[in-house]
């Protein structure tokens, strides 16, 4: 089955801890992006990864962290800087060079403990 | 720097009754424009682009979008509106002088009553 897959779909963070979600794909897109959403608002870009082994920060990296080691996965860590974590992330895909569709994942609700 | 603006953050209508969802972006140049659909907890589904060449796009589930240089808007639409259109949607602008990124705006949340 085709798509992207991001796991797991409910993540429970306690105070001081750095989490881990994953997403990977197989879509063979070259660009992979991450972004948070918050209840009744839009999405903002955390990160972003245009090629394996190059990623970009996006307007809201401060307390998250990310990987680009092969072309089909892109783990965000949101690390314990990251004060109010609390919130719904979405990964996305695109293929690459100029303005892409994005293709989204099912996504991942971090709560806080 | 390119912004959406979706000027309504409810709207419900009956179902069977037309709706147009309303999208407007600020960017100099032709932008590239898309709707996206959320239902509650999941991603988001793709509806329908622009990039060029005819004004009127038409996208899945019955939904067609206008763009209208003129009034930098790019209006989502549907003649008839089934209950399982219940979900919020959210237009997305891109350009090549923005990094190719996509901006979104903050979403309308669509109610259909019965």
């Known amino acids: 089955d085709g798509g992207i897959t991001q796991s797991p779909k409910y993540l429970f963070r306690k105070e001081g801890q750095n989490v881990t979600l994953s997403c990977e794909q197989n879509l063979n897109h070259d660009a992979m992006y991450w972004y948070r959403q918050d209840p009744g608002q839009g999405l903002r870009l955390i990160y972003y990864s245009q090629i394996v082994n190059d990623f970009q920060k996006g307007d809201i990296a401060e307390g998250y962290s990310v990987s680009r080691e092969k072309k089909e996965s892109f783990p965000l860590t949101v690390t314990s800087a990251q004060k109010n974590p609390t919130a719904f992330y979405l990964c996305?895909?695109?293929?690459?060079?100029?303005?892409?569709?994005?293709?989204f994942g099912p996504g991942t609700r971090l709560l806080v403990l | 720097a390119q912004s959406v603006t979706q000027p309504d953050i409810h709207i419900t209508v009956s179902e069977g009754a037309s709706l147009e969802l309303r999208c407007n972006y600020s960017y100099g140049a032709t932008p590239y424009l898309f709707w996206y659909v959320q239902s509650p907890g999941q991603g988001l589904q793709l509806l329908l682009k622009y990039f060029s060449g005819d004004t009127l796009v038409q996208g899945i589930k019955g939904f067609e979008a206008e763009f209208k240089r003129s009034q930098s808007s790019f209006n989502l639409r549907k003649p008839s509106v089934h209950w399982s259109d219940a979900a919020e949607y959210f237009c997305a602008v891109g350009s090549n002088n923005a990094g190719n990124m996509l901006t979104f705006g903050g979403g309308t949340r669509l109610m259909v009553k019965p």
């Open positions: 996305a895909t695109g293929r690459g060079g100029g303005v892409k569709t994005q293709y």
